[in-house]
């Protein structure tokens, strides 16, 4: 089963649209790390934000807002009044400890490319 | 500014040879990775170093090899043995202390393509 399901592929909206990014994730580990990254066109992937288990608290950045839910294991991502410069991939990640000892592993999903139309 | 660079961009080689793609990074960063991308699939860990003089394995290891003789560098060769080498390799750091638990830094990739 996948770590990290991110089930929309890809997504297109039009320019000042807000638009929800879902990210579902899968763990039995009681201390894990979530974060969100952007890969734009030019390859780099982005740090966007970390939320570790025990934080619940929604956390909002500009236009940016990320809802973490314990109860359904999900973390998504919502770009409020979205822009052209918002086109790119968006990775969720999780990071777990590994089920053969102590060390963590950190497990990509597969990502949404959004596409921002003018 | 600091931050990771990668080289070259686009890499192109014969099956059969060997390649080494290059990664420095001048942030003072413990902790190094390499991280393989394949069209619509997320990043798969390829190794990591925590630390100068040592690195483990990550998911898909098998094909690859890599050094770590400085604190910033960690060139990743990708040898014959690898069956489907043609990818995006993206390189990333970390300030360590927890590794795969922090924030990655990432280098704009290397487009490596074998015929």
């Known amino acids: 089963a996948q770590k990290v399901t991110q089930a929309q592929t890809e997504i297109s909206v039009v320019e000042k649209e807000d638009v929800t990014l879902d990210c579902v994730y899968e763990t039995r580990d009681t201390t894990y790390y979530l974060f969100w990254y952007k890969q734009p066109p030019s390859g780099e992937l982005v740090f966007l934000i970390r939320?570790?288990?025990?934080?619940?608290q929604n956390e909002i950045s500009g236009r940016y807002s990320w809802n973490f839910q314990k109860s359904t294991s999900s973390f998504n991502f919502t770009i409020t009044a979205s822009q052209v410069v918002d086109s790119a991939v968006y990775f969720c990640?999780?990071?777990?400890?590994?089920?053969?000892?102590?060390?963590?592993?950190?497990?990509f999903g597969s990502g949404t490319q959004l596409t921002v139309l003018p | 500014d600091g931050g990771i660079t990668q080289s070259p961009k686009y890499l192109f080689r014969k099956e059969g040879q060997n390649v080494t793609l290059s990664c420095e990074q001048n942030l003072n960063h413990d902790a190094m990775y390499w991280y393989r991308q394949d069209p619509g699939q997320g990043l798969r860990l390829i190794y990591y170093?925590?630390?100068?003089?040592?690195?483990q394995k990550g998911d898909i290891a098998e094909g690859y090899s890599v050094s770590r003789e400085k604190k910033e560098s960690f060139p990743l060769t990708v040898t014959s043995a690898q069956k489907n080498p043609t990818a995006f390799y993206l390189c990333?750091?970390?300030?360590?202390?927890?590794?795969?638990?922090?924030?990655?830094?990432f280098g704009n990739g290397t487009r490596l393509t074998v015929t």
């Open positions: 990640a999780l990071s777990e400890r590994a089920s053969s000892g102590s060390a963590r592993q950190l497990t």
């Open positions: 990333a750091s970390s300030p360590g202390g927890g590794i795969q638990s922090s924030p990655l830094h």
């Open positions: 170093s925590q630390i100068v003089n040592d690195f």
């Open positions: 939320r570790n288990s025990f934080d619940e």
